[in-house]
């Protein structure tokens, strides 16, 4: 509610009808007015905008995901939900910062379908020492090295801990991939920079100093001191940074190796994002906690657990481990680290819960090396019934095209539709165009529309490219 602080008569005015069904007197007791007074034409604004974003989204979706990413940078939940959009729905892939690439805000890269994470979106890394950085870096050129960065910064606007973070979360990976490494050199380089700034301020440039003018790379025949070599971080205590400082896995996920285990145990699972149409029976996850709070029951006082699982999208949904499951699974209930989970999913209070039953460590040496999409197809089986479906296979289409390879190096995976009629079945080949890049994600977004379809290796007879199973089909799905 508003109160009316002063009135003045305009005379006869052009008006907007708000569409009350009795009468236009909104005034109540005291000269107080309802707050929700305002006419259509506020509608008619939002709209607008919504069509204006949805045009954006879906003729420009790198661009309008990085200024989305930007606008909210400040808000981890967010981006992280908005970096599993880009992932898993778009196709868009999300580069870790560069510390010669990245600029303050998300940016998207030039002529690829991929976007530039912005440094403002690092932890411990603040506005000004991000502008110092890009000052310097527009001004001098790229950096070829720790040392060169920190010789040619101002190491009070950019200290010691803004270095951390920025080499800890992969912006210093394509300068020196050893992030380990970089921990350790900063102890010595940045009391090196320290001891030449100062040298430099009182007038004692050295001999290299004088034979190379001096300038912001002066250095190049002084070797920078370096502390011992050691070995790199595990890949999941750099995971654990990335997370850590940035919010998200961007370098790699954890889940990716644990699918590919079970994946070649051959064990059936169900996605997260899947479970209401599972619920209430027997299922399998492949997930990680990001949350684990130990409670009492209320009846006998024994210990369960309240859990929260997330998976490789993003996906968070709340799981519960009461009393006796507790007492079997309590050693596995570890954040952040995959696993196996046996449950049932139900609804409480209208949201989507799990009731853990049991939990598997997943053996990561049968993981394996990722397998190379050369070797594999997308296999969709279609039965005669929904090949007539106009509709439905219009859907497939566009799936098809979205998560297509612009050229031969990107579009690695051919699709293959195995026709199911009463002749019995045909193996069919969509044409090249549709070969697809991201196939796990289209596979993902082509069973939402009841289709049974896998990624499999490619079957031996399809390795001839003159066999008579492999039979290539006009470019469009529907003919």
Known sequence: MVKIIARKSLGVQPVYDIGVAKDHNFLVADQFVASNCFNKSHSTAYAYVTYQTAFLKANYPVEYMAALLTANSGDQDKVTKYLSNCEQTLSIKVEPPDIN????NFTPVMGQKSILFGLSAIKNVGEGA?????????EGGEFSSLADLCQRINLQSVNSRNLESLIKCGAFDKIEPNRQQLINDLEVVVPWAQKRAKEKAV???????????????ANSFEAAPKAPAVNDFT???RLQFELELLGVYVSDHPLKPAERSIRRQQIETVKLREIDKHLRKPIKLVVMLQEVKITQTKKDNKAMAILKLTSIDGMIVPAVAFADTYEKVKDLLSVNVPILVHGKAGRRDEELQVVVEDI?????SLAGEEEESDDRIALVKIDMETLKDERQMQQLQTILEEYAGVDEETAKTPVYALIESDAGRRLV???QQFALEAEELAIDRIATLGFNAKVRSMPPELRDVNSDNAIEEEPNPQS
Not at 101 to 104: A, L, Q, V
Not at 203 to 217: E, H, V
């Open 101 to 104: 690439r990245s600029n303050i």
């Open 130 to 138: 991000i502008e110092a950085i890009l000052s310097i870096r527009q």
């Open 203 to 217: 007038g004692q440039a050295n001999l290299f100093d004088l034979m190379s003018g001096g300038g912001a790379k």
């Open 235 to 237: 890949a999941q205590e």
């Open 360 to 364: 598997e460590a997943i053996d990561m």
């Open 429 to 431: 080949r969509f044409g």
